[in-house]
């Protein structure tokens, strides 16, 4: 797996730039069938920073998150199954995000409009960013997720360093807490496990549920 994600890498434009750790480079390139099989799998939302008010409230009611990818390469799609603990209730949704291939973006059908966040492989492995309205200050957003709860120094160095790129200070990033992550539904179990604690324990209302990948 290391060695999938290390050549993943090597085809893409850098996140960063060695010389740089502002990151001149931060751009989405074009997402491959290999891109797909890197980001499939369970992931967890680790924290984000964005500039529009309403964005960070949002961000700030996810006490705890995690989700699963679900590629269909053929279809151009990812099938997505979310929770999240908000105000210690775990609330999960079921919906999918559209690929754009060329562009590196991904995108999710909500209210009425779609919404667009590009996607940002990092050097160091098993992370993930997406990546909003980067050209515009007033509205740019960076939210990134990893493969497990908790991350190394190395993994936080390289958001660190990103947020920087898009002019947000570090003290503005909203971090989740992995101990609310049981608090209210599937954590750590099986798949199978996590689907029956989940209708047990998990509620099931879209209409509360806090995107965890756009706030536009």
């Known amino acids: 797996m290391a060695l ?3 050549l993943a890498v090597l085809s893409l434009l850098p996140l960063l730039d060695a010389q740089n750790p502002l990151c001149a480079n931060l751009t ?3 997402i491959t069938n290999a891109t797909l099989d890197l980001i499939s799998g369970k992931w967890y939302y680790i924290g984000s920073a964005f500039r529009n008010p309403q964005y960070n409230e949002s961000a700030r009611s996810i006490q705890a998150a995690f989700f699963f990818f679900d590629p269909k390469p053929a279809e151009d799609k990812i099938n997505l ?8 209730q775990c609330i ?9 291939r060329e562009n590196g973006s991904l ?10 966040a590009d996607l940002l492989l990092t050097k160091v492995p098993k ?19 990893a493969d497990k709860a908790e991350v190394t120094p190395e993994q936080m160095k390289e958001f660190h360093d990103a947020i920087e790129c898009t002019g947000i200070h570090k003290s503005e990033i909203t971090y989740t807490d992995e101990k609310k992550v049981s608090a209210g539904g599937p954590g750590r179990e ?4 996590q689907k029956k604690k989940k209708k047990k324990n998990c509620n099931h209302r879209a209409d509360e549920l806090v995107t965890l990948f756009f706030f536009f």
């Open 4 to 6: 999938l994600w290390g």
């Open 28 to 30: 989405a390139v074009p």
């Open 81 to 88: 199954r979310e929770y999240q603990t908000i105000g210690n």
């Open 92 to 100: 999960y949704n079921d919906s999918s995000l559209k690929v754009h």
């Open 107 to 116: 995108s999710k059908h909500e209210m009425g409009r779609e919404h667009v």
């Open 127 to 145: 992370t993930f960013m997406l990546i909003n309205s980067l050209h515009d200050k007033n509205n740019v957003g960076l939210s990134f997720y």
């Open 190 to 193: 099986a798949p199978e496990d």
